[in-house]
């Protein structure tokens, strides 16, 4: 019973199946992860240029948040800014 699991490690389908039993067990939670930003993005990156929000529900989402040029961006603070100040 001594090394064993050495022997079976120099064998293709051992690695192959070591591979495969990582990649479908992170597989659901990347695809959540994926699915969750493009249906309905954080603040954070609704204040970074998106300019999509959500509704009520995630399904009122359509698309994928968009990420706003710098010199956009700079327009967008200095509006902010215009507001807050007076």
Known sequence: MYYVFMQMLSSGPAWLSIILLITVSLLPDVIKKVLCRAMCPTATERAQ????????SARACSGFPGRGSPTTLLGQ?????????G
């Open 49 to 56: 240029g998106g300019g999509q929000t959500c509704g009520p």
């Open 77 to 85: 603070k200095r509006q902010f800014e215009a507001q807050t100040l």
